[in-house]
C-alpha cells in the first residue's frame, strides 16, 4: 500500500473526526491496532480498516486496471486507424473530393468553351453589322447565335459554380473528419496514459502488499507508553518518556523502538498530499541507561535501540523534542511504536502506538535560543527494569543501525518513517499516521 493511499483513507475519515489514530503497518497486516493508550479511539477506525484493501481486493484493483489499459490501447489504434485512413485514396471522403474536382474540371473547360463560343459569336454578329450589304437575316441569325452562346455560356457558369461549391464541401468533410479524428487520438492517448499509470500504481501497491503480507504479525509481545509535557516552547528542549515492555512469555532478541513528532496545522490550513511537509517535523533525540548520549533520530537512523528485553522486562527511554525556534504557535503531536526479532526468525510489531500532543508556544524574547545540538551532556534517565542491552549485539555504537530482518519490514524504501509522519499533517489537528521504512537490503 502506498503512503498516498494510506493518507487518502486517513483524509476522508478525518473529515468526521479531527482527533484521528491510523495506524499503516498493522492494516496490511489486516489486523486491527488496539487503541493508544494515551487517547480513546476513533469511532472511525474501524471504518478505516475496512477501507484498507486486501491482497485479493488489490489483485481484482490490477485485473480491472489491466483490462481498462487494455482497452485504451485498442481505443488508440484504432482512433489512429481511423486517421492514417482518412488519406487512403478508396476512402468514402477521399472518393468523393476525387469525383468533385473532376467534376469542377469538367465543369471549368465546360465553361471556357461556352465562353469561347460566345466571344465567337459576339464578334461574328459585330462582323455581320459591319458589312453594307448585311440581310436583314443575316443580322437576325448573327444576334440569334449571340443569344443563344450566352444562354450556354450563363449554364456553364451555374455549373462551374455548382462543381465548386460541391468541390468545397468534399474537401470541408474531409477537414473535419481530421480534425476529430486528430481530436479521437489525442483523446485516447490521455485515456491510454491515465489508464497505464493506474495500472503501474495498482501492480505496485499489490506489489508492496504481497511483500510485506505475513513478514511480521501484530500481537502485544511489546507493549509502549509514551508520556510528556503538554506545552513546548519553541527553541527549548522538552523531554518526554518511553518505556517499552516484554508482555510475553519470553525473552525477546532484538527489541526497537521508533518516535516521530510533528507540528500540526491550524484548522483553516489547507494541506494535502501534495504539500511538501517535511519541514514540519520536529527533531527528536534519544538517549538510553546504555546510550548516554543524546542521539538524533534520523532517517538513516531511525530506531532507538532496546536490544535483548527479557520477559516481563521493562526499558525507559528518554525522548529530547526541541521545536525550531522559528516556529508559530500552535499545536504539535510526538506518537511511537516498537517491533521486535528473535533469532528463530520470529518477529512482530506492537499492538500499541501512544501519541501524545501538545502545545507550541512561540519563543520568548527577541532572540529566541537555536535548537541545541547533540552534545556529551548525560541526561537523567529512568532506571531500566531488565533487558540485555549490549550495542555491540546491535552492530557498534549507538550511532549505527540496527541489522537484520526486522528492520526489513514495513514501509518500502521511499517511504521513510519521517516523512511518512509528515503524512499525519494532513489528516487535521490531532490526527497521526505512524508508517515504518523498510530497509532493503539489511544484512541478517
Known sequence: MKIRRILATAVAAAVTTPALFLS??????????????????????????????SIEELKAAVAVAQKAYDEAVADLAAAKADLKALDKADHPLQVKISDATKAVDAAAAAKTAADDKLAKAVQAEKDVL????????????AAAAVTTAKTAAAEAATLKK????????????????????????????????????????????????????????????????????????????????????????RAL????????????????????????LEGRLIPIEWSSPDVLEWTPITDKYESIEVGKLAKGASYDVKLRI??????????????????????????????????????????KGDKPKPTPSPSTTTPTPAPSTGG?????????????????????????????????????????????????????????
Do not use: W
Open 322 to 363: 526541541t521545536v525550531d525556534a522559528k516556529a508559530p504557535a500552535g499545536r504539535g503531536v510526538a506518537f511511537a511504536y516498537a517491533e521486535y526479532e528473535n533469532k528463530d526468525g520470529s518477529c512482530g510489531l506492537g499492538e500499541d502506538y501512544p501519541d501524545v500532543e501538545f502545545s507550541i508556544l512561540a519563543a
Open 24 to 53: 499503516a503497518a498493522p492494516a496490511f497486516a489486516d489486523t486491527k491496532p488496539a487503541a493508544p493508550q494515551s487517547q480513546k479511539p476513533s469511532s472511525h477506525e474501524d471504518d478505516i480498516d475496512d477501507e484498507m484493501p
Open 130 to 141: 459591319a458589312k453594307p450589304d448585311a440581310t436583314e437575316q443575316e443580322k437576325a441569325d
Open 253 to 276: 532478541d532484538v527489541v526497537d523502538a521508533f518516535a516521530t513528532a510533528v507540528r500540526l496545522p491550524k484548522p483553516d490550513e489547507v494541506i494535502d498530499d501534495e504539500t511538501v
Open 388 to 444: 540485555n542491552h549490549n550495542t555491540t549485539q546491535q552492530g557498534g555504537s549507538s550511532n549505527t543501525p540496527v541489522k537484520g530482518s526486522l528492520a526489513a519490514t514495513g514501509a518500502n524504501d521511499t517511504l521513510p518513517l519521517g516523512i511518512a509522519a509528515a503524512g499525519a499533517v494532513a489528516l487535521g489537528a490531532g490526527a497521526l499516521v505512524v508508517a515504518r521504512r523498510r530497509k532493503a537490503g539489511a544484512d541478517a
Open 162 to 249: 455548382t462543381a465548386d461549391d460541391e468541390a468545397v464541401k468534399a474537401f470541408k468533410a474531409l477537414f473535419d473528419a481530421k480534425e476529430a479524428a486528430t481530436r479521437g487520438v489525442r483523446l485516447a492517448e490521455k485515456v491510454e496514459k491515465t489508464t497505464k499509470q493506474e495500472l503501474a500504481d495498482a501492480k505496485e501497491e499489490l506489489k508492496f502488499a504481497e511483500e510485506i503480507e505475513g513478514e511480521c504479525k501484530v500481537d502485544d509481545a511489546v507493549d509502549v507508553t509514551l508520556s510528556g509535557p503538554k506545552t513546548v516552547t519553541a527553541g527549548q528542549p522538552a523531554v518526554f518518556s518511553l518505556r517499552v515492555t516484554n508482555t510475553s512469555d
